[in-house]
């Protein structure tokens, strides 16, 4: 399995890849410039957790390594891997219906709260890293 060394990370196709679940103890990188905002990222193997302009994006517990985020205003996308199973939390439009895939299953259909929260498990801890999708219904 793989962590993201440095924290967080620009990929070439203009998406980011944060997390270390590795880490014993917190660590944090603060005023990570990507495409005109700026990110923080907190992880350790406890949590893992993601702010753009000093709104929640992601957190995981316990901690993942997170590959190749994407969002829209409609959509996100991402591979997540980890030791065990997480809870994801991932911000959304608020009071919205979103279709969840993970690894190609159809993981349902769920309403994000008045807050824009949406909340699943992923089954992790396999060799390999999860693919999820979040589609605006």
């Known amino acids: 399995m793989a962590v993201v060394k440095e924290l967080i990370r620009t990929e070439e196709n203009q998406s980011i890849s944060f997390g270390?679940?590795?880490l014993p103890q917190k660590s944090k990188?603060?005023?990570?410039?990507?495409?005109?905002?700026m990110y923080k990222v907190?992880?350790?193997k406890?949590?893992?957790?993601?702010e753009r302009n000093g709104m929640f994006v992601?957190?995981?517990?316990?901690g993942t390594a997170v590959f190749s985020l994407k969002q829209d205003g409609s959509s996100m996308s991402f591979d997540v891997e980890g030791t065990e199973d997480?809870?994801?939390t991932v911000e959304m439009e608020a009071d919205?219906?979103?279709?969840?895939?993970?690894?190609?299953?159809?993981?349902g259909k769920m309403k994000t709260n008045l807050g824009g929260k949406l909340s699943f498990s992923a089954e992790l801890g396999g060799d390999k890293a999860?693919?999820?999708?979040i589609k605006k219904c």
């Open 29 to 37: 990188v603060s005023d990570f410039a990507h495409q005109g905002d």
């Open 96 to 107: 919205t219906e979103y279709d969840i895939s993970i690894d190609g299953a159809d993981a």
């Open 86 to 88: 997480a809870q994801i």
């Open 58 to 62: 992601y957190e995981s517990v316990p």
């Open 42 to 44: 907190k992880t350790f």
């Open 130 to 133: 999860v693919h999820v999708e």
């Open 46 to 50: 406890e949590i893992t957790k993601l």
């Open 20 to 22: 270390n679940y590795e």
